[in-house]
């Protein structure tokens, strides 16, 4: 019996035998690990796992084996909530998913050190922001950190041995193919369409008041949506906060803004937006939503009627600030941004 927990097994190779990664005669479990380019000798040999036993895997991620398949075995007794680029292993799955899980190079993305001594630093690949393996883990058998020991705490957890962190990432890129609810990471947004569509959202999320300041009732958070939707609006959107935005005493006081041209021309801060509101549970929920640019949150019983200040968008090429105006011009002419100026109140 076999069972490998949070763990990543990169670049190993078996020459004479299938496996490159695994071979198990006995009962193999495989929770929340991350096997990536793994190899054979040949192409009938898999470069992952080759199970010849009892096989349970849940929020496993394999991919990149060669020559040969990503995994070999009999149909898995328990398969859920995995990603197998090359469709391998795929009996019995339930929220199975294949293709390429966007994952980046083998490299220090933070932990414990490992090793005689703990001299070496612990190894993983990170998640990219457009990782189709970013909350698509099943929430009752995800463990509850990964292997470097962060937590698996936000909407939803990830599929393999990496849990992306605002730290690793502050952007969650999304590709739509459904109108079931996405959620986007470390960014706390979750969004659900209302017809099948093929574009992407971007969600950005900076923990900052809008204006680089907290006044009263401003919440740290300012959320950016880049939008290629062309068919799915209008949407709804969830906004939820957690204890390092505000210690929130009034939930029902919380409202969204929008950042758009005002009626005199101006960019500024929409009215609070009440469109199919719902706060409860931490989130503030909007539907009918059809624009996009900055947003962020308020409590309107404190302090000023909107948010004060317009805020910055942060270029990440560069590291700098950018006015947010800047940013908002590049939605021109998109189908989902054409009325991306229009007050939703």
């Not at 097994?9 to 990664?21: K, L, R, V």
């Not at 958070?221 to 939820?240: E, K, M, Q, R, Y």
């Not at 600030?321 to 007050?343: F, I, Q, T």
Request: net charge negative.
């Amino acid at each position: 019996m076999l069972t490998v927990r949070n763990s990543t097994f990169s670049g190993n190779s078996s020459p004479q035998f299938n496996g490159g990664a695994i071979v198990t005669w006995g009962t193999l479990t495989l929770l929340n690990s991350a096997l990536i380019g793994n190899s054979t000798d040949n192409v009938h040999r898999a470069g992952g796992i080759a199970n010849y036993g009892t096989f349970h895997m849940k929020n496993a991620l394999i991919a990149g084996s060669f020559p040969g398949p990503d995994c070999t075995s009999g149909p898995p007794t328990t398969n859920i909530n995995n990603l197998i680029e090359d469709g391998s292993c795929s009996g019995n799955g339930v929220n199975f998913m294949s293709g390429d899980p966007r994952v980046g190079t083998l490299a220090d993305n933070g932990g414990p050190h490992v090793g005689a001594g703990q001299a070496t630093p612990l190894q993983t690949h990170a998640l990219l922001p457009d990782s189709p393996a970013i909350d698509a883990g099943d929430p009752a058998t995800c463990l509850a950190a990964d292997q470097r020991g962060f937590p698996r705490n936000d909407l939803r957890y990830d599929i393999g041995a990496f849990e992306l962190q605002h730290a690793d990432s502050d952007t969650v890129i999304k590709v739509f193919s459904d109108t079931v609810t996405h959620s986007f990471g470390p960014t706390w947004v979750s969004v659900t369409l209302s017809l099948t569509d093929t574009g992407a959202l971007t969600v950005t999320k900076h923990l900052a008041c809008p204006g680089g300041t907290c006044d009263d009732g401003e919440l740290s958070a300012t959320w950016w949506i880049d939008s290629s939707l062309n068919a799915g609006l209008p949407l709804t959107v969830s906004f939820c906060y957690t204890a390092e935005l505000s210690s929130v005493t009034n939930e029902e006081s919380l409202r969204a803004f929008r950042w758009y041209t005002g009626t005199t021309g101006v960019l500024t801060w929409t009215l609070p937006i009440s469109t199919g509101l719902t706060v409860a549970d931490g989130c503030v929920t909007l539907t009918g939503i059809e624009a996009f640019s900055a947003w962020t949150l308020k409590d309107v019983s404190e302090g000023a009627a909107i948010p004060t200040a317009g805020g910055r968008r942060r270029h990440r090429r560069r590291g700098v600030s950018r006015p947010l105006w800047r940013a908002c011009s590049r939605s021109a002419g998109r189908r989902s941004g054409a009325d991306g100026n229009k007050p939703l109140l």
